[in-house]
């Protein structure tokens, strides 16, 4: 096949969707003849993943334009000249005036689910977007059986058109680093806790450091490491609630950090936590499983539902229950590896390979139908 791709997550900061693509294009150039059309706003990034055969970059434009300018002006027109087979729009929203079989991957309904967590004109663009791709596509991948549900029950006209196909813990992160010396390069003597993944409101951070508080009177070298950027709306002041809880000794937040940086936490870490109020998946919660690290995450979807059987869960707004789960993985050794060894067994289940082949499956059906 000839495969169009939206490529515009893999520009500037990737986080959990240009994770995902980038997985997927990473697996297909390993696995399959498949030519694979990179569509940028603006210059294409320098990644070597992208310097492949099978792999061609348009950049369409100097210089980044407006987004839906750009998705429904520039990109149909490259693409209807690039003899495609099929279109692949990894986030949300597909080119609707693109005369091509199109197939969309839809992370989440938060945008429908959370309305509060958008600014109003925000929420309604994005819905406004959402619904019309999904009438638009001929396929649509959700990332999660939670997520294949919400989209039918907001679109039930769709629902013989999607899929639910799983992420994998993450192909090309970076080698883990020695424990000890991350820990050392760190500055960790005590406890460490890691919560990783874009901040937004229904991800309950200050919860976990309300529960640091409580961890603090038995554990008083606890650290807990923040890694993502506030994408908070209404914007949270972060930097206020840890000094108002008197946790600033014990709370750092230290935004985005390098794949290599990030793999340095890991190995130092004790204990992962990921709470959320709404998830379409959880990445960031088996990327931890793969690196050996026990969880504590939320029992809502969808977390709850994919990862009972190897992590604690627990109620995200509860910051006595969220402590106390901590607290068992600190204290009992034995709980905390037999959770490591579940992690990494779920982790391995959940592969980039099975993701990609599926989903080229999906993409297969959607061009063959034209």
């Not at 606890?222 to 206020?240: F, K, S």
Request: proline share 6%; glycine share 8%.
């Amino acid at each position: 096949m000839r495969i169009g791709i939206d490529a515009r997550e893999l520009q500037g900061r990737t986080t959990g969707v240009g994770r995902y693509l980038r997985n997927l294009i990473g697996t297909w150039i390993r696995t399959t003849d498949d030519s694979l059309v990179l569509y940028f706003n603006g210059p294409a990034p320098l990644d070597p993943l992208l310097d492949h055969p099978l792999v061609l970059k348009r950049a369409l434009g100097d210089s980044p334009t407006r987004g839906l300018l750009w998705q429904e002006r520039s990109l149909p027109r490259a693409a209807c000249g690039d003899q495609l087979d099929v279109f692949f729009a990894p986030a949300y929203a597909c080119p609707l005036s693109l005369i091509l079989p199109r197939v969309t991957t839809v992370h989440d309904m938060s945008f429908f689910s959370i309305p509060d967590d958008f600014t109003v004109a925000d929420g309604f663009r994005r819905r406004l977007l959402v619904a019309m791709s999904l009438r638009a596509s001929r396929q649509v991948i959700a990332v999660s059986d939670f997520t294949r549900r919400e989209v039918v029950s907001h679109f039930p006209e769709v629902a013989g058109r999607v899929t639910a196909i799983l992420h994998g813990a993450d192909d090309e992160a970076s080698p883990a680093p020695p424990r000890d010396s991350s820990r050392t390069a760190l500055g960790i003597r005590g406890p460490l806790l890691v919560s990783v993944g874009s901040i937004l409101n229904r991800r309950r951070l200050p919860t976990l450091f309300r529960a640091v508080r409580i961890l603090m009177k038995t554990h008083p070298q606890i650290v807990l490491d923040v890694v993502g950027e506030n994408r908070t709306h209404p914007r949270l002041d972060l930097e206020g609630v840890v000094a108002d809880l008197g946790v600033q000794a014990h709370v750092r937040l230290s935004g985005f950090v390098s794949e290599e940086d990030l793999a340095a936490r890991y190995a130092a870490a004790d204990v992962a936590v990921y709470l959320s109020e709404y998830e379409g998946f959880g990445l960031p919660v088996v990327e931890a499983m793969a690196r050996g690290v026990p969880v504590v995450t939320s029992a809502r979807p969808a977390t709850g539902e994919l990862f009972a059987e190897a992590a604690l869960l627990t109620n995200p707004g509860d910051a006595g229950e969220v402590a106390g789960a901590i607290r068992e993985l600190l204290d009992e050794p034995g709980r905390a590896e037999s959770l490591r060894a579940r992690g990494r067994a779920l982790a391995g289940r959940l592969t980039w390979a099975n993701t990609a082949a599926a989903t080229r499956d999906v993409l297969a059906n959607a061009a063959a139908a034209r």
